[in-house]
């Protein structure tokens, strides 16, 4: 059985959809990410997670 975990995909956009950060990660040698909006301004924000087939989108607020 192969344990190695396919590389994961977060990808964030602002509100109208707009790419503003994408990051290849590999969950298994990295099982936590930090993503810097500090320089994104405020606004709302969608972090989407794509690892195969699996995906999950939330919604996140950054208020300075």
Not at 34 to 58: C, M, P, V, W
């Amino acid at each position: 059985t192969d344990n190695t975990a396919a590389a994961s995909t977060i990808t964030v956009r602002n509100a109208v959809g707009q790419e503003i950060r994408k990051i290849e990660v590999n969950p298994t040698a990295q099982p936590m990410t930090e993503i810097d909006l500090g320089d994104a301004g405020q606004g709302i924000y969608f972090i989407h997670i794509q690892n195969g087939e699996k995906s999950t989108t939330r919604k996140m607020v950054v208020a300075n």
